[in-house]
């Protein structure tokens, strides 16, 4: 066991088996996101300044007009390259001058990943040549957030085969379906679309066989046990094509189209039940053959850090998704260890003040338990300490039953920039997450989480690229935050349980955060796992750790894109309610984090520090 690890033992003995929630839960969060129209009016350019608005040079003007057409041309480029992304992003893209529509999921092979690899260099290389001090205040935003998006996926170059599009729960195969049926009718050339895209899906599989048949031939497939995970995930796909969760909902969606003859319905119908007959379930039967050719090349069954270069590309993996401010991997471990502690200090304190507790911690009775009362207590309960929130609605949908095991206990799905009132959030009734309370689970993907802050960022930010530009970090932290928040919200419970239940389930990320870093970076093995689980939480049951190893290494670094982002906003607010203290308004550092929007904490930071001087 690494000699650091012990630092946690200490106080998790104290609770031996409490933590032991170990429902591995993968709070699979959202898809896509949306834009507002580019502007093409460059006229008036002026600087701020504490005197009011001043006059800047031609030159300025000049070098703004051009780093708006720069950020617009490849927000354009990029939006239409695939029709899902266009369509999430945009209900109307007229609007934004995007005209044409290919059909086209994107591409999925070898040679393609390698050609945008030098697309980036490019992009990067023009971005470069703008003057960063002659940019406005906003633009230097975007420039900073472009770049390092840019740089950080430079540090994937030549590793591009290390990619893992397939996995058993937040693979391409288990959540493009529920994208797909999601797809929204705006218009008769909706549905034409959506089939001619879904009638391609068997042609996008079958490039993503052959990107893993090229992963094989060096080296660097899939264990066994994955394959079969992911397997098991297909075959929930194997539908019947008429009467199926893609169906129903192709049926309500044609519901919303104006001006749809019965006859026009019926031939639709029929033409949506041959697509997936010829081309849905063929998809899945090749991806799983597929699979099945591809048996015992995979040699590495370990984490990420196994493969020859696997910790050089895990670590591209966690900049990637956290944007961090730590310094260095150990850092972050550092970082990780000294909260789970503090989880840890702060549980053991209460039960030491309230031993009985414990009998409250399973089963806990929030005041509300169905989604409509939830969302409606938590929008008022935000009011005080969130900026208030433009109108929309939400439609609360379940997960069908065929898939409620290949996904995540709930999600939201972004609404695209022209219509952000419009938001929907699943929710899995399968009962292995009947453990899972309801109300912070809302919380993270509804008020005040991802929904309350898509629509914020939306109506405060008109920079089409940076709507387009993924941060999972500081959007998955920022939920998870705030779902942390809401068990101390007004819900029924009394102080003791809030806390006990908020640390305990801090803790629980913390641990899949931790465990993902020491098996994919640090090598730990499963024997490695099942030593530390028995010796500081007393696990022992090897069910248990064989399915938290084999979740670890089927989605390296998955949890450290909530755990990290946590941690971040986390330490930011500490930081400044020590140095404003009584002066320290929630409100406000929940604006700060908010106005800024997606980015790499890299970026952030410095801003908090300056909004925090201001406060000062």
């Not at 789970?340 to 309230?354: E, G």
């Not at 208030?388 to 949908?397: G, H, Q, R």
């Amino acid at each position: 066991m690494n000699p650091t690890s012990r630092n946690l033992s200490v106080f998790h003995k104290f609770l031996t088996g409490f933590f032991l929630a170990a429902a591995l839960f993968l709070t699979g969060c959202q898809a896509g996101s949306p834009v507002l129209p580019p502007s093409s009016d460059y006229e008036q350019y002026t600087a701020s300044s504490e005197q009011g608005e001043t006059e800047i040079s031609q030159e300025e003007k000049e070098t703004r007009q051009a780093f708006d057409a720069f950020t617009e041309e490849l927000f354009i480029k990029e939006a239409a390259s695939s029709t899902l992304t266009l369509h999430s992003l945009l209900a109307d893209p007229s609007q934004a001058g995007i005209t044409e529509r290919p059909i086209s999921y994107g591409s999925a092979s070898l040679n393609d990943r390698k050609a945008d690899m030098e697309d980036t260099k490019a992009v990067l290389a023009q971005l470069e040549s703008f003057s960063f001090e002659q940019l406005d205040e906003d633009q230097q935003l975007t420039f900073e957030i472009l770049k390092e998006y840019l740089e950080t996926a430079l540090l994937s170059d030549g590793l591009e085969l290390y990619d893992q599009p397939l996995a058993p729960t937040i693979g391409i195969q288990a959540q493009l379906p529920v994208i797909l049926a999601e797809y929204s009718f705006y218009s008769k050339e909706d549905i034409d679309t959506y089939l001619a895209l879904l009638a391609e899906i068997d042609n996008y599989y079958g490039q993503l066989g052959e990107f893993e048949r090229a992963k094989a031939e060096a080296g660097l497939f899939i264990s066994d046990a994955s394959i079969d995970n992911i397997i098991t995930s297909c075959e929930a796909y194997l539908i019947d094509p008429e009467d199926n969760f893609i169906t129903q909902t192709f049926e309500e969606r044609m519901a919303e189209v104006d001006g749809l003859t019965e006859e026009e319905k019926a031939a639709y119908r029929s033409r949506h039940v041959q697509v997936l007959k010829d081309h849905f379930v063929p998809a899945y039967e090749g991806l799983i053959d597929t699979l099945e050719s591809l048996r015992g090349t995979g040699t590495n069954a370990a984490g990420m850090c196994g493969y020859p270069e696997g910790k050089a590309y895990y670590e591209y993996l966690v900049h990637g998704v956290t944007g961090m401010s730590y310094a260095t991997m150990d850092d972050l471990k550092k970082a990780i260890e000294t909260e789970m502690t503090s989880d840890i200090i702060a549980v053991a304190s209460v039960i030491q003040d309230d031993p009985d507790i414990i009998s409250q911690v399973y089963g806990p009775s929030f005041r509300f338990t169905e989604p409509e009362a939830i969302l409606s207590s938590l929008q008022e309960q935000i009011t005080a300490d969130f900026p208030a929130l433009p109108e929309c609605s939400y439609t609360v949908k379940d997960i069908p039953k065929a898939l409620e095991l290949s996904l995540s206990p709930a999600f939201y799905i972004l609404p695209p920039l022209d219509r952000y009132e419009d938001n929907v959030i699943y929710i899995n009734r399968n009962e292995r997450f009947q453990d899972e309370p309801l109300y912070p689970t809302l919380a993270h993907e509804g008020y005040p989480g991802h929904l309350y802050q898509t629509v914020y960022f939306i109506n405060k930010n008109s920079s089409p690229i940076r709507h387009l530009l993924s941060f999972g970090s500081y959007t998955e932290g920022w939920a998870t935050y705030v779902e942390f928040l809401s068990y101390f919200f007004d819900n029924g419970l009394n102080r003791n349980l809030q806390k006990v239940l908020m640390h305990n389930r801090s803790n629980l990320l913390g641990l899949h955060a931790y465990l993902d870093l020491q098996i994919n970076y640090y090598g730990w093995q499963k024997d490695d796992v099942a030593a530390f689980l028995k010796d500081v939480y007393s696990i022992s049951d090897e069910a248990a750790v064989s399915e938290i190893f084999q979740t670890m290494v089927e989605n390296p670094a998955n949890y450290l894109e909530y755990y990290v982002g946590y941690l971040e906003i986390a330490s930011m607010r500490r930081e400044a309610e020590d140095a404003l203290e009584d002066a320290f308004r929630p409100v406000e550092f929940h604006r700060f984090l908010l106005d800024t929007g997606p980015a790499p904490f890299t970026v952030i930071r410095p801003r908090f520090k300056e909004w925090l001087e201001k406060q000062l």
